[in-house]
T-cell receptor
Framework: EAGVAQSPRYKIIEKRQSVAFWCNPISGHATLYWYQQILGQGPKLLIQFQNNGVVDDSQLPKDRFSAERLKGVDSTLKIQPAKLEDSAVYLC?????????????FGPGTRLTVL | QKEVEQNSGPLSVPEGAIASLNCTYSDRGSQSFFWYRQYSGKSPELIMFIYSNGDKEDGRFTAQLNKASQYVSLLIRDSQPSDSATYLCAVNPGNTGKLIFGQGTTLQVKP
């Protein structure tokens, strides 16, 4: 079974530029998550999708971050404009469903550096 | 108070010893608890989860949960140098699916 796919793996941009990340979850996984992991910290949830609907985006900085999962499969996360403090690894995860003890599996992540 | 707290370490143990990693959480409504391992430069990898009080064993790993004390731990028996990594505790509050992570504990296993 293929794992969670993410691209690009690395991205370097200047502040105020825009950037987009792509994620393809494990086949059949209805729930998709985007996390931000700053160096030395644990991942922080940005947004959670159940199929193509948003379940939780309470910690998404909506003035600059947006995410979509139009067909309920792959997803994109966008930052516009980027700030220095957005430098982090952006992790995508998926699970069969939300709730319960359904395990989340992570993709390799995208390391973003904002200069 | 942080929602999920872990000692950042590093925790250093000799090869073959038992490593004990601890985690406390603040939300009494939390339903399930996860341990992830993260090697430097890699993404988190699920080790095991637990949702009932008591112990759950999987190979060299044992997760322990005490909901009354809001405490969850991970024991690694016969620690190997390859176990050297950051261990992340994650809590699923209120059966929502989202995970709240601690900052992780760095484990060093010395040959």
């Amino acid at each position: 079974e293929a794992g969670v796919a993410q691209s690009p793996r690395y991205k370097i941009i200047e502040k105020r530029q825009s950037v987009a990340f792509w994620c393809n979850p494990i086949s059949g996984h209805a729930t998709l998550y985007w996390y931000q992991q700053i160096l030395g910290q644990g991942p922080k949830l940005l947004i959670q999708f159940q199929n193509n609907g948003v379940v939780d985006d309470s910690q998404l900085p909506k003035d600059r971050f947006s995410a979509e999962r139009l067909k309920g499969v792959d997803s994109t996360l966008k930052i516009q404009p980027a700030k220095l403090e957005d430098s982090a690894v952006y992790l995508c995860a998926s699970s069969k469903t939300s709730g319960g003890a359904y395990e989340q599996f992570f993709g390799p992540g995208t390391r973003l550096t904002v200069l | 108070q942080k929602e999920v707290e872990q000692n950042s370490g590093p925790l250093s143990v000799p090869e073959g010893a038992i490593a004990s990693l601890n985690c406390t959480y603040s939300d009494r409504g939390s339903q399930s608890f996860f341990w992830y391992r993260q090697y430097s430069g890699k993404s988190p990898e699920l080790i095991m989860f637990i949702y009932s009080n008591g112990d759950k064993e999987d190979g060299r790993f044992t997760a322990q949960l005490n909901k009354a004390s809001q405490y969850v731990s991970l024991l690694i028996r016969d620690s190997q140098p390859s176990d050297s990594a950051t261990y992340l505790c994650a809590v699923n509050p209120g059966n929502t699916g989202k995970l709240i992570f601690g900052q992780g504990t760095t484990l060093q296993v010395k040959p």
